[in-house]
Structure formats: C-alpha cells, structure tokens
C-alpha cells in the first residue's frame, strides 16, 4: 500500500523524531537523498550546471544542502535567494564553503536559461495559497527552460493536503519527497505537477491510519475472489445489473462485459436491451421483468444507459444488498432514499455527475476532488468513487481515501465507465466491501485501459476484453 500522509501529521512525527537526534540530522537525510536524486537525472554531475531556487523556509535549506553536495562533487551550483535576509543560515553556508554562487532573482533568467538542473527549493509543507508574486516568474523559468527540473518534497505552489492548485505553480519532471507521500503528489490536479516522485525516508514514524492510500499489486491480488473446490455459481455471487434504455442498449452490454469478468459467478440483466445484451454474452441470464422480481443477487448495478427510468432505480436501492449506482442513476436516485439503506452503497460520478449532485460547476469539482469526494460521500451516507484521471473513493464516515492512478487517458472513451460500474459491481457481489470493490475495480480498469490501449486508441469494448490479461498480470 501505498500510503500519503497530511502536512499537521508530518510535522507532528518530524517533531518527535527531531526530539531524539542531533540537530540538523533530519535535514541532512533530506539532502542526502535528494542530492542522490539530481545525480540521478544528471547522469554525470561533475561539470554540469545547477540552479537552486531556494526560498524562506527549511524546503529552501533542503536544496542548499544538496546543492553544497553537488558542488563538492564538481558541479557548478548558482542558487537564487528570494529572499537572501531570511535564507536558511546552515544551508547558505555550507553551499558557499562548496564553492557555490549566489545571486538575486534578477539574474535568475540568464543562468535558468543555460541550466541542466533546476531545483525548486522555494517552498515545501510550509507553502499556502499558490506561489507568491516574487516567486512565481521562478516557476515559469523553470517552465521554459530546457532544464530538468526536480522539485523538494513536492512542487512548490501545490497544496500539499488537498493537491488543488491555486495559482502558478512549479511543474517538475521529478519530485523527491521525504518521509511520506503527501496527499496532493497523488491527487489531480496537482499530481501532474509532481512529475514522478520518490520517497526518500527519513525515518518518520507515522500513525496506523493515512489520510490517502493507494493499492498496489500486492494489494489487489489479496483482494480479488478466486474461486474454490467450494464454490458454485450462486456462491461466488450473483449481480443484477439493471441498465441500458432502448435509446442506449450499448450501455447495458459495457456494463454486462465488466460484470462478467469482475469475478461474480452469474450476471442478472434487467432491462429492455435483453436481446442486445444475449446476443453479446449468451450466458448471461435475462431477464424482462423489474428488478425485484428478477430472482435473488448478492448486488446490483444502476444506472448505466438507463434514460429515465426512476422505477428500476428506486426497486433496486429498495434491495438490501449492496448497491451500485451509476450514470442517470445518479441524477434519478432519490438521496433520502439513498441515506436510508441498510446495506452498502457506491456512487460512480464522474466530475460532471458529481457536480451536478453537489450543485457547483464541473470546474469547481476538478480543482477540489478530494473535497469534493468526500463532500457527496457524507452528503448521501454512501460510498463514492469520483471518476478521471486519477479516481478517489471516500466512505461516508470519512477516514482514509482510496487514490488510484493505473488508468491512461485512453480511457477517456464512451462507454467505459459503464464496464467500471459493471466490474465493480460483481466484485461487490463476490463480497467486497464498497470501498475495495471501487478502489480494486478502479486498478484493474486502469490497467485494462492500459493494456488495451498500449498506445493507440482503444474502445470501451476493448478495455474490457482486457480485463483478464490485467487480472492475470496482478496475480502473476
Ligand atoms: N521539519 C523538518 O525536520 C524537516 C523539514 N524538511 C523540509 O522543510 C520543509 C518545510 O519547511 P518550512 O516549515 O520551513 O516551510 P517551507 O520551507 O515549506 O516554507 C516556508 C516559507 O515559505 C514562505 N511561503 C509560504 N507560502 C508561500 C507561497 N505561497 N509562495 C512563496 N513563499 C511562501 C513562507 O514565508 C515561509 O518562510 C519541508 O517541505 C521539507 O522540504 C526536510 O528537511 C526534512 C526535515
Ligand atoms: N484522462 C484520464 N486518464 C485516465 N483515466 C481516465 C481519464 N479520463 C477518464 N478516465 C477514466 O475513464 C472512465 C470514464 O468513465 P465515464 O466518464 O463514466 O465515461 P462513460 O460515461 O462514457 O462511460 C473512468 O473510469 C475514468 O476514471
Ligand atoms: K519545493
């Protein structure tokens, strides 16, 4: 599991850990491996040209360090001072004992321009409010040069705890981030900003519980159903999946071909594109009756496709087996009713569907989603998974966020949300939790719309043709 923690968590276990070793020992750790790093990307460190953008702060400090490293290893180091009165003292001193220059952010342009390394050192944890007016010409040097651009515990003028994006904001082709992850290097729009990161640890002793976990491999395998000797169909769990209109049969067979390869051992149709759907997977058991006299489920699906029928909607969340409701489900399920159920709940919006139910624009949604994700989870008492490019799940008693990222933008295609909402919905009539389905759904999804895709476009259709060779790369 991949696990990011908040900035008040992170300076709570930096304080403790400071308490027990030298002064300044933490720091070095930091510089330590970020030093590491920008060797890294320069390949050859001796003779090559680096610039530190340091501000006020101890991010600043960071960078002043590691560029006295640099420098004692042959690089020519320059750092720009934002601010010279209040610059880290220890990190001045040891980059000037190193040999390196210093300069006012006057001369910034020139040296940016003939870098192969800039270090964005201005702000770290500290940060609020995107970057400040002297800072973010900083930012947008660093932009146009043909520098690479390796950011100090994450880009400066993101916000750490949420990953929204105030303002300018450095973009970075590596962010080298100590002790934890923290929330916005793993949450759009500000983990675009982050380039790729790496974790440096310093020794931080964090609490049981994050503020946002990402699954990996390992994670998902110990999730996914694998049947036994036990096992029969009715076992493995049946799903319903009530969706697709005359308007939109398309919708009812995406969601079909998700569901059949999500692990359930049966798939219900309810619905009017019953011949569209057998006609695609002839093992699947239709049905044209409404949902509640559609014979027994371990869950259901609704919504996808569905046009206007409120009716199927309302019977299916009437169940008492877990539900999942997607596309014109969203917009036809009644809140009171949704708040009302006994059993587990998962909503699947994407950005649009979400701001619709939280009555702000789309925009608004994108720049907050983790916000945004909790915000409806507490709003319906359910279980939400916001769609996009990266996907979040949030349960309704808030807690830890599930953050998934395995999906490529091909994805971005008619009709794949409706195999998602198909996929997780047999996972949860296998008998996951809403959270596991969405997030286990979501990371098998991603990874089909990658393999399908493997760069060229790919079709819903496509995508779900590809979850067994994602499910057996997992497993493997
Ligand atoms: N506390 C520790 O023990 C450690 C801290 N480390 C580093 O220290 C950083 C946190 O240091 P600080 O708490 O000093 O804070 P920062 O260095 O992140 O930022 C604080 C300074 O930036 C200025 N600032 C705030 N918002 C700004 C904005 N929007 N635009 C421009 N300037 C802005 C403030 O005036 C303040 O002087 C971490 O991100 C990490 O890089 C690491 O050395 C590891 C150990
Ligand atoms: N830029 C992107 N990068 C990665 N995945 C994306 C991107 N845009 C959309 N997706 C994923 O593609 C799917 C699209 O679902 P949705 O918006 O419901 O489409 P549709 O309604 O056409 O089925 C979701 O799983 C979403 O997370
Ligand atoms: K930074």
């Not at 962010?175 to 916005?184: A, E, L, M, R, S």
């Not at 371990?298 to 919504?303: E, K, P, T």
Request: contains cysteine; hydrophobic residues 50%; proline residues 5%.
């Amino acid at each position: 599991m991949r696990t990011a923690y908040s900035v008040e968590t992170v300076r709570a276990a930096e304080r403790e850990l400071m308490a027990r070793l030298p002064e300044g020992a933490l720091m070095q750790r930091a510089a330590a491996g970020l030093a590491a790093a920008c060797a890294d990307v320069l390949g050859r460190v001796y003779g090559s040209r680096v610039v530190l953008l340091i501000g006020s702060g101890d991010n600043g400090g960071d960078a002043l360090y590691a560029g006295a490293r640099l420098a004692r290893r042959g690089a020519g180091v320059t750092a720009v001072l934002l601010a010279p009165e209040r610059t880290h003292p220890g990190g001045l001193a040891a980059l000037r004992r190193a040999g390196g220059t210093l300069v006012t952010p006057g001369a910034a342009e020139q040296i940016v321009r003939r870098a192969d390394l800039v270090v964005d050192g201005i702000v770290g944890i500290g940060g609020k409010g995107g970057l400040r007016p002297d800072a973010a010409p900083l930012a947008e040097l660093a932009a146009d040069s043909r520098a690479a651009v390796v950011a100090v515990d994450l880009p400066s003028g993101i916000e750490a705890d949420t990953g929204e994006v105030l303002g300018a904001a450095v973009r970075a082709d590596l962010t080298v981030t100590f002790g934890t992850h923290k929330p916005g290097l793993l949450i759009d729009p500000a983990r675009e900003y982050a380039g790729s990161v790496r974790l440096v640890d310093i020794g931080l002793e964090l609490p049981d519980q994050a503020e946002l976990e990402a699954l990996q491999h390992a994670d998902v395998a110990a999730r996914l159903p694998v049947p036994g000797a036990a096992s029969d169909k009715y076992r493995r769990g049946v799903l319903g999946v009530a969706a697709g209109s005359a308007r939109y049969p398309g919708a009812a067979v995406l969601a079909v071909s998700g569901a059949l390869r999500g692990g359930a051992g049966a798939v219900r149709y309810v619905g009017p594109a019953g011949d569209a759907v057998i006609a695609a997977f002839p093992e699947t058991l239709v049905s044209d009756k409404g949902p509640h006299k559609a014979g027994r489920v371990q869950a259901w699906v609704v919504g996808p496709g569905a046009g206007d029928d409120a009716s199927a909607v309302a019977e299916v969340l009437a169940a008492e087996v877990p539900v999942l409701v997607d596309a014109d489900g969203l917009r036809l399920a009644e809140r009171g009713a949704v708040r009302a159920r006994s059993a587990p709940t998962l909503m699947t919006p994407h950005a649009g569907e979400a701001a619709a139910l939280l009555g702000v624009s789309r925009a608004v949604v994108e720049g907050a989603r983790l916000a945004s994700v909790r915000e409806l989870a507490g709003l319906y008492g359910a279980t939400v998974l916001l769609k996009g490019a990266t996907t979040l799940v949030a349960d309704a008693g808030g807690g830890v966020v599930r953050v998934n990222s395995t999906g490529t933008a091909w994805l971005a295609t008619a009709g794949s949300g409706d195999v998602l909402s198909g996929l997780a919905g047999s996972l949860l009539a296998a008998g996951l939790s809403a959270v596991d389905a969405g997030s286990v759904a979501a990371y098998v999804h991603g990874l089909a719309g990658r393999f399908a895709a493997d760069g060229a476009p790919a079709g819903a259709h496509d995508v779900a043709s590809a979850i067994p060779a994602a499910w057996r790369d997992i497993r493997d």
